[in-house]
Every structure is written in C-alpha cells, then in structure tokens.
C-alpha cells in the first residue's frame, strides 16, 4: 500500500500550479509580502485560495500573452490588482517590486485592505512579470501558507520629505482636534529613531518597519495628499487607535525611494514614499513627585502622640521625673 507523506501548502500549491516553478514562487512570495503589511497594521493575515490562485495564473498569463493589462468580471472574489513590473532576474526582487507596486497604490491597497483570502498568479516571459491578485471576502476553500522572503540586498536612493512629515502631523493633530483631544506633540528624537527604521526597509525594499512604527507606502507626490491617503489608513485599520491616545508624543519621517539599481546594472525609476509613523501614550501623573498617602500620616502620628502624653522613655518604660 502506499505511504502518504504529509506535503507543505506552498509546495502543494507550486505542484498543482500551470505557472512555471520561479513565477509560482514570487506569487508565493508575493502572497508573504502583503500579509506581513496587513499584520503590520492589526489585521489578521490573508488566507490561500487555491481555486482563485488557478483564474488569476490563467488571468495573468492572458495578459502576459497579449501584453496589456485589464480586469475580469468573474464570480467568486470581490477585488482585483494588477500590475506589471520589470522581470529582474532575481525572484525576491520582483516579488518585493509587485508588492511595492500594488500597496503604494490607495486603489490597490484598500483592496487589499477589505478581503479575508486571495489567490495570486504571476506570469514571467521576457522582460516583464505581470501579477493578477484576486480577493474574496470569503474564506471556504482557503488555507494559512507563509514562506520566508529573502532580503533584497541592492542600490536604492532614497531623498528625504520633510513636506510630507509636516503635513502628516498637521493632519492627524487636525483630526484629533475635530476628536476633542489635544495635539500630539513631535518628538524629534522619536522621529529620527522612524527614519532610520524607514531608511533600513528602503534599502531591503521591506513595506514594514520594526519597534511598532506604522509604514505606509504611496505613489501620491502632493504633500497634503499623503497626509490624507495616510489618515484613511489610520481610521480604518485597529493600529490606527493608538493615534488617538488622549496623550502622547508623535515621530513622524517621510523617505521617498527614486531608484532601484537592479542586480544587472539596469536602473528603475520609482518614487515610491515610506511614510514611517509611530506614537508614545504619555499617563497623566505619570511624571509627579511621590507623596506619602494620608494615612501613613495617621499611622506616624498616633504613637507619637502616645508616647508624648505618657511620657514615657521608649527604651525603659519608665516615667520621666
């Protein structure tokens, strides 16, 4: 008879898949990367869906054959990406950039955002790699698949956006104002501490950030417009209700990703921003002086007094002549 050996959801999912073994790994990878993004911001992660895993390979092979991209009108999921990005060589690389691609798009993320499980094809031919993510709010045929996603180790240039920073503190302080809470006050050091995580992602192309720092990514350029892409995400998501504390200190940065070098030489233009935000409640009192409590008073008090009106020696318990 024969033995049945347990098999991994990802290597199940790579056998029954028409892609090729590299794309199904960067679907899978890719799968990773957005789940890492929604836990990042309270949400439970997306499950696998094999059945829509199978209509989006099919969508996205379709597209790659006919180079162009368009949605279908299919039963069975309530949203749908697509992107396109270069073919790097590298699969960690193109599954970073689909992820990138997808969640610096309000459209796409909020897509993202809204399902329960998704199915991810990807089709690689020639010099592009093109991504259909299908997601239901359904969850009945899906299971949990995790792999682990290399870092990128490349050339990124990075420019700094205090514009963005300025105008992301004065829209959530506005928002708390119209809350009846006070301003959130900058902490400087707090937000040096953000960049430096923003500018440690940047270089890995990593859409999340370590030590509780809130990383949403975005193509928008305008300033004022970040700031409201970044305040839709804070009401929305449960990370967002540390911002509305009723005290506390704010760190803010803002780093915008121009280019991406690519491991052959070639040069990717992205403008893509990291917005890297991250809040400390301050307790009322928590600074203020120790005080003895009342009744310690009363308990000093009462023996003194006792031993005054005896007047007794504390050592003897003789009466004083």
């Not at 099919?58 to 073919?87: I, S």
């Not at 449960?238 to 803002?254: C, E, H, I, Q, T």
Request: a neutral charge; proline letters at 7%.
């Amino acid at each position: 008879m024969p033995t049945w050996r347990y098999v991994p959801p990802v290597l199940l999912a790579i056998l029954l898949s028409s892609a090729s073994p590299v794309a199904a790994g960067v679907a899978e990878m890719f799968h990773s990367e957005i789940n890492e993004f929604r836990e990042s911001l309270g949400l439970s992660p997306l499950k696998w869906s094999p059945s829509l895993a199978r209509l989006a390979e099919q969508h996205a092979a379709r597209m790659d054959e006919t180079n162009e991209l368009y949605h279908e009108r299919c039963q069975g999921y309530n949203f749908e990406n697509v992107a396109r990005v270069p073919n790097t060589g590298e699969p960690t690389l193109t599954a970073r950039l689909l992820a990138i691609t997808v969640l610096s798009s309000p459209p796409h993320r909020w897509n993202v955002l809204e399902g329960n499980c998704e199915g991810v094809g990807v089709s690689i031919s020639g010099d592009y790699a093109v991504l259909s993510q299908k997601i239901s709010r359904a969850s009945d045929d899906a299971v949990d698949v995790r792999v682990e996603v290399p870092p990128f180790h490349g050339v990124v240039s990075t420019a700094h956006r205090d514009d963005v920073e300025k105008a992301v503190l004065d829209a959530i302080n506005r928002e708390r104002e119209q809350s009846g809470l006070p301003p959130l006050v900058l902490d400087k050091e707090l937000s040096k501490r953000v960049l430096e995580e923003l500018r440690e992602a940047a270089r890995t192309l990593s859409v999340t950030c370590s030590s509780g720092t809130l990383v949403i990514l975005t193509r928008l350029q305008n300033p004022v417009e970040i700031a409201e892409d970044v305040l839709g995400v804070l009401r929305a998501v449960p990370a967002g209700r540390n911002f509305w504390v009723p005290k506390g200190r704010l760190g803010v940065a803002a780093l915008e990703v121009t280019e991406v070098t690519m491991p052959d030489g070639n040069r990717l233009k992205l403008g893509v921003v990291w917005v890297g935000i991250n809040v400390v409640e301050e307790m009322a009192g928590k600074n203020r002086p120790r005080r003895v409590p009342f009744p310690s008073y009363v308990a000093i008090a009462i023996p003194l007094c006792y031993l005054i009106t005896r007047r007794q020696t504390f050592f003897t318990g003789r009466p004083q002549r």
